[in-house]
């Protein structure tokens, strides 16, 4: 897993494209988490079938 870096400013962009991509980085760092998540309580859950 990687961070999602935050998308690049410049004085003269357009707030709302700046708006939408940073909405799109939090979207992909939420997917990660999510399956880092995931994977883990898998992971536990093999461990725990094996007692």
Known sequence: ????????L???DDPKARLAETR???REANRR????????EAVRESYQGAQ
């Open 1 to 8: 897993m990687q961070p999602v870096g935050a998308p690049p």
């Open 10 to 12: 410049a004085r003269d």
């Open 24 to 26: 799109d980085a939090l």
């Open 33 to 40: 988490i999510n399956g880092g998540r995931a994977w883990y």
